[in-house]
């Protein structure tokens, strides 16, 4: 039997269509781009996250000369927020990518495979849809209302 994944997601021809907590998280994220560790890839990532007492924390992704040692922007903003508020929600979260030398054309980056199922254990912790926005320095912005509209096939706790 075959079946079919449909996903709603909202497209932004440009940032001047965000609201401004929105704007202000994108603002963030692209900030914390230009603190990334990325002397490898010379991909530069970042990211901000809303919380729900309304406090915005930003990071950046971190490269290691031992590939696999370094860590996304998504993971080090989200582990370093989740350390130290344990307790709050994260409403929203922001990213925003593309190689050092910007070219107009990159399209809106999203989170990697192993992001993507990072951030959805923390959207089954809380018991709450996290809306994420990612986009490329073009302004363009892409928004889905719940991680697991990028992982439909997700891993939680319910399989352990």
């Given at each position: 039997?075959?079946?079919?994944?449909q996903?709603?997601?909202?497209?932004?021809?440009?940032?001047?269509?965000?609201?401004?907590?929105?704007?202000?998280?994108?603002?963030?994220?692209?900030?914390?781009?230009?603190?990334?560790?990325?002397?490898?890839?010379?991909?530069?990532?970042?990211?901000?996250?809303?919380?729900?007492?309304?406090?915005?924390?930003?990071?950046?992704?971190?490269?290691?000369?031992?590939?696999?040692?370094?860590?996304?922007?998504?993971?080090?903003?989200?582990?370093w927020?989740a350390?130290?508020?344990?307790?709050?929600?994260?409403?929203?979260?922001?990213?925003?990518?593309?190689?050092?030398?910007?070219?107009?054309?990159?399209?809106?980056?999203?989170?990697?495979?192993?992001?993507?199922?990072?951030?959805?254990?923390?959207?089954?912790?809380?018991?709450?849809?996290?809306?994420?926005?990612?986009?490329?320095?073009?302004?363009?912005?892409?928004?889905?209302?719940?991680?697991?509209?990028?992982?439909?096939?997700?891993?939680?706790?319910?399989?352990?």
């Open positions: 039997m075959k079946k079919d994944i996903i709603s997601y909202e497209h932004f021809k440009n940032s001047s269509e965000l609201n401004t907590i929105e704007q202000a998280l994108f603002d963030r994220a692209k900030q914390a781009r230009e603190n990334a560790y990325a002397p490898y890839s010379n991909f530069l990532v970042g990211c901000s996250v809303l919380l729900e007492n309304g406090e915005i924390f930003s990071g950046n992704n971190q490269e290691n000369a031992a590939y696999p040692s370094g860590l996304c922007a998504e993971r080090t903003t989200l582990f927020v350390a130290n508020f344990p307790d709050v929600k994260v409403k929203k979260i922001f990213v925003v990518g593309g190689p050092k030398e910007f070219h107009e054309k990159n399209p809106p980056i999203p989170p990697c495979g192993a992001c993507r199922q990072s951030l959805i254990e923390y959207e089954t912790k809380q018991n709450e849809n996290i809306d994420l926005y990612f986009s490329s320095m073009n302004d363009e912005v892409v928004k889905v209302h719940s991680i697991k509209d990028l992982l439909p096939f997700y891993f939680d706790s319910t399989f352990l």
